[in-house]
Nanobody, 121 residues
Framework: QVQLVESGGGLVQAGGSLRLSCTAS?????MGWFRQAPGNEREYVGR????????NYVDSVKGRFTISGDNGKNTVHLQMNNLKPEDTAVYYC?????????????????WGQGTQVTVSS
């Protein structure tokens, strides 16, 4: 069982930046980020697939969010720039042993506890 621990959430003004981090207790093939705003379903944000060395993002965050990490340290980061109020949500780290998972929740095997990101206007 792989455990995920997130850090880095907080409150920021629109246009600001935040960096989230997530460390896994074991090896994974892909680590990703999801978010859930109040009253909404949890949605895919992006992922990094260690085995193929590629990242993928949902259209709404392309050009603003960047996923990076260190596979050897089982750590992934989500750099969020030019944040908007609609980015306000609880952000969840996710991981899977699938090399190229999809964007569904069921494509991921392990989940972090979530960290709150609030963007004020």
């Amino acid at each position: 069982q792989v455990q995920l621990v997130e850090s880095g959430g907080g409150l920021v003004q629109a246009g600001g930046s935040l960096r989230l981090s997530c460390t896994a207790s074991g090896r994974t093939y892909t680590m990703g980020w999801f978010r859930q705003a109040p009253g909404n379903e949890r949605e895919y944000v992006g992922r990094i697939s260690w085995s193929v060395g590629i990242t993928n993002y949902v259209d709404s965050v392309k050009g603003r969010f960047t996923i990076s990490g260190d596979n050897g340290k089982n750590t992934v980061h989500l750099q969020m720039n030019n944040l908007k109020p609609e980015d306000t949500a609880v952000y969840y780290c996710a991981a899977t042993l699938r090399p190229v998972p999809g964007v569904r929740l069921i494509d991921y095997d392990y989940w972090g506890q979530g960290t709150q990101v609030t963007v004020s206007s």
